[in-house]
Structure formats: C-alpha cells, structure tokens
C-alpha cells in the first residue's frame, strides 16, 4: 500500500493540482495506468480476478488493510 506523501497531499487540496496518469500512479493515487479505450476491459479484469479470490480471506485481508485508515478517521 502506498503512502501519499504530505507535499502530494499539499498539492492536491490546498492547490488543486491537476495530477498526470503517471503522477498519479507514482504518488500513490492509482495503481496503474491503462489506455482510455481498455478502462472498462481492465476493470472487468481486475473485478473478475477479485471476484475467483476465497471470500472470507479477501474480505479478512481487505479489513486488515483497511483498518488503520478507518480507525485513523473515526
């Protein structure tokens, strides 16, 4: 999991920077970076390849990976 660096942070609410692909991949925003005409070919990909994964342990890891964040906002 990245981390977005507080100057990122900075720049993407105090200034609203508009943030490249490439940036944005790079700073930890997404995790990649895919042509406009495969965006929905990839995210079925990436939903179809979710959707094979055992459930209670994708649903465990995502808690797990999740947790710090929730519990960082509440």
Not at 45 to 58: C, F, G, T, V
Request: hydrophobic share 60%; net charge negative; aromatic share 2%.
């Amino acid at each position: 999991m990245a981390t977005v660096l507080p100057q990122h942070v900075v720049a993407l609410t105090a200034h609203a920077t508009l943030v490249a692909p490439t940036d944005a991949v790079a700073w930890g925003l997404a995790s990649e970076v895919v042509a406009a005409g495969t965006v929905i070919d990839r995210a079925v990909d990436i939903a179809a390849h979710l959707a094979a994964l055992a459930p209670q342990a994708y649903a465990e890891t995502k808690h797990m990976v999740n947790a710090p964040v929730v519990d960082a906002v509440r």
